[in-house]
């Protein structure tokens, strides 16, 4: 636990991640860097952004079920949006820098103060980060150890507080 938010250490595609999971999210970010057996996140998020590669994009569209909602390109990473229902577009003239900027400008887009970010991935931990700095709570997962211990680490250095080590399952 890191403040509200959760941490997970292990697969983010099975049940035991998923159990851990609010079920009223308002978004879920999936950074470019996780392999995709997510499907079950449009049952959990009201909106879901993938972030791609270039060349990683339109197959991973093409192979979804779930309802595609719209596009974003940004230098060198692509954004697929997801939802049931009609959801507000990003601006496609948007000077965003990074992922951290892509994953800032969703955030304010798709959610409020207080509302849940799901984000399986924790890539360099910049969804946790914009969430702190924007006070939604995020749920977060990584399957590497070590990728868990940097985030967490960065989380205490910008925030100064403690994680706090739980076991949600015992």
């Excluded at 697969?11 to 079920?23: A, H």
């Excluded at 596009?71 to 577009?89: K, R, W």
């Amino acid at each position: 636990m890191l403040k509200h938010h959760l941490i997970y250490c292990g697969k983010t595609d099975g049940e035991e991640y998923r159990d851990c999971l609010p079920s009223n999210a308002a978004l879920a970010i999936v950074p470019p860097q996780t392999a995709w057996s997510h499907d079950y996140l449009i049952n959990e998020a009201k909106v879901v952004a993938v972030l791609r590669s270039q060349g990683d994009i339109l197959s991973f569209c093409r192979s979804q079920q779930m309802p595609f909602r719209g596009e974003l390109l940004n230098n060198e990473l692509y954004l697929a949006l997801f939802s049931h229902q009609p959801i507000a577009l990003p601006h496609q003239s948007l000077a965003i820098e990074g992922i951290e900027g892509i994953v800032t400008y969703l955030i304010s887009l798709y959610t409020k103060p207080g509302h849940f970010v799901l984000n399986p991935g924790l890539g360099n931990g910049e969804v946790l980060m914009a969430c702190e700095r924007m006070e939604r709570i995020c749920f977060a997962g990584e399957e590497r150890r070590e990728g868990v211990i940097r985030t967490i680490d960065r989380w205490q250095r910008w925030s100064g507080k403690a994680a706090e080590k739980t076991d949600l399952l015992g």
